[in-house]
């Protein structure tokens, strides 16, 4: 399992690598960082075609081997990649969370992790199993692990991206310790 992010702050979306498949900004950016994890994976020479399965999750009909998890914010594009499930998000610090915190967040879960960390958490969960209520779902630490409410998942959080909170989800490969950073021009023409 690799996990890759892009800072993208100041670059042009048109001279991403390969389009996005929606018309959010950053989607072009988080295919073509995509690409670059799977070239640097399994030495991909293309992207394979994507398609939308019914719980609206991406993947590749033609690679069904190869998973992965896409994520965008802000000047910042995250791609997770493995040969099992994986579920990854990436969430700017913008401030909004301290307002959100006491309405989303357990008293436990405000002692535990601040709420940019949960919520990325609880995105990357949803993004691994497609189940549950991002509201409701629970998370914990104890010693130092984080206890995700989903049995069996295994889930960590990463403070690699500047101003951002990140976190990676899944069930059967370990998660990387660390993200790899790409250069914003490696994603670009």
């Known amino acids: 399992m690799l996990i890759l992010y892009s800072d993208t702050r100041g670059l ?13 900004p950053g989607s072009a950016f988080a295919y073509s960082l995509l690409f ?4 640097l994976w399994q030495g991909a020479r293309e992207l394979p075609e994507a398609a939308i399965d019914a719980r609206g999750k991406p993947f590749f009909p033609e690679r069904p081997d190869w998973h992965f998890s896409l994520s965008h914010t802000r ?5 997770a990649v493995s040969a099992s ?8 610090r913008d401030g909004r969370g301290e307002r959100l915190a006491e309405r989303l967040m357990s008293e436990k879960e405000r002692e535990d ?14 993004k691994l199993t497609g189940e549950g209520s991002l509201r409701d779902m629970r998370f914990e630490r104890r010693g130092g692990l984080i206890v995700p409410p989903k049995a069996g998942a295994f ?13 990676a989800a899944s069930c059967a490969e370990p998660l990387p310790e ?3 950073r790409v250069e914003g021009e490696k994603i670009c023409t």
């Open 155 to 167: 889930c960590r959080v990463y403070a690699d991206i500047p101003g951002c909170a990140a976190a």
């Open 113 to 126: 992790f601040d709420f940019y960390e949960l919520w990325s958490l609880r995105e990357s969960l949803y």
């Open 36 to 39: 670059r994890a799977l070239e």
């Open 12 to 24: 042009d979306e048109g001279r991403a690598l390969c389009r996005g498949r929606s018309r959010a």
């Open 75 to 79: 000047g910042f594009v995250l791609a």
């Open 85 to 92: 499930p994986v579920g990854a998000d990436v969430q700017l």
């Open 178 to 180: 660390r993200l790899i």
